[in-house]
């Protein structure tokens, strides 16, 4: 009798009220398609420490209050310091919350992004999240590729392989992919499946329109990156008047139309700001009618 009320406990896990509803990346990983991401808690540039760790903690323990079960974060933000700071703040994590991350990519001394995507680096960047975020075993990690923004051409078959050889050892459970194209997708999946694609999309920026709507039809999550604009706030007219109309900001407009453009898209979000976080969390639950949809559909990608 007990087994089967675990069991119902287990298996009936509340709904949740987060805008969107949630995402099923993989039988054993389910998350709030209203996510966060972790990027802005570490210092300027995303490099250092914060200047106030108590109000990043904060952060991450409002991100947990509201709901999210979805946390995205690479060992390289600061580097180390943003995963040290969410194993401060969430260890032991709650059994629902998902942390997804990255690797591909190590700091420089000048706080430069070079690339890490030796099989020995990946191996190293793989440890090294497993150890400062305190897991045995990392739930999905994204392979960067790419440049800054965009994806450069070429075979990405040596670096995925090198991760797909982890996931076979049980140090990651699911392979993701970030800053990719369609063709370095095809060949992603010809070496193992993958849960995910992480690349930059926004209400202003629509190169990979064709590609939600394919990996949609795949089951495949999108995880848009600089959602709000990133280092740049989002610069649009029809944004700011469509905004205005609704009596609301352009984040919110501009989260709320990512969430409605697609049910393969995941919101990942990025701030320090506990009062941002909120705004961000209650923009995405706006309801767009069907007039500014078209507008904002109309903005020039
Ligand atoms: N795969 C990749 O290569 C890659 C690259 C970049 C980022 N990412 C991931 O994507 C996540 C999102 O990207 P992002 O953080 O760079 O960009 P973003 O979410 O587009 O924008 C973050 C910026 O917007 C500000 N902001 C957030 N909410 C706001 C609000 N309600 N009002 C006013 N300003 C607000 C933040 O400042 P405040 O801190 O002041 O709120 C921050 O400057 C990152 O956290 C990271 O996890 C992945």
Known sequence: MRLLATMLV??????????GGTYTLADDVTVTRVGYGAMQLAGPNVFGPPADVDAAIAV?????????????TSDFYGPHTTNQIIKQ????????????????????????????????????????????LGLEALDVVNLRMGGFDSPTPGS???????????QQEELI???????????QIAEAQ????????????????RVDDGLIDSLAEQGIAYVPYF???????????????VASRLDTTPMSVALAWLLQRSPNIL?????????????????????????????????AG
């Open 190 to 205: 010809s070496i193992a499946p993958i849960v995910c694609v992480q690349n930059f999309y926004n209400l202003a920026h």
């Open 89 to 132: 703040a969430l260890h032991p994590y709650p059994d629902e919350l998902h942390i997804v991350t990255k690797v591909g990519a190590f700091r420089d001394v000048k706080g430069g992004w070079p690339h890490a995507r030796t099989p020995e680096q990946l191996r190293q960047a793989v440890h090294d999240n497993l150890i400062h």
């Open 227 to 241: 959602p709000l604009g990133g280092f740049t706030p989002l610069q649009s007219d029809t944004l700011e008047s």
């Open 267 to 299: 919101l990942i979000p990025g701030t320090s700001s506990v009062g941002h976080l909120r705004d961000n969390v209650a923009g995405a639950a706006l309801v767009l009618p069907d007039d500014a949809l078209a507008e904002l559909n109309g903005i």
């Open 60 to 72: 991450l323990r409002e991100v947990i209050e509201l709901g999210i079960t979805h946390i995205d």
């Open 173 to 183: 459970t699911h392979l993701g992919i970030s800053t990719v194209s369609e063709e």
């Open 10 to 19: 287990v298996s009936l896990s509340p709904p949740t009220q987060l805008s």
């Open 156 to 166: 990405i078959a040596e670096p995925f392989e090198a991760l797909a050889q982890m």
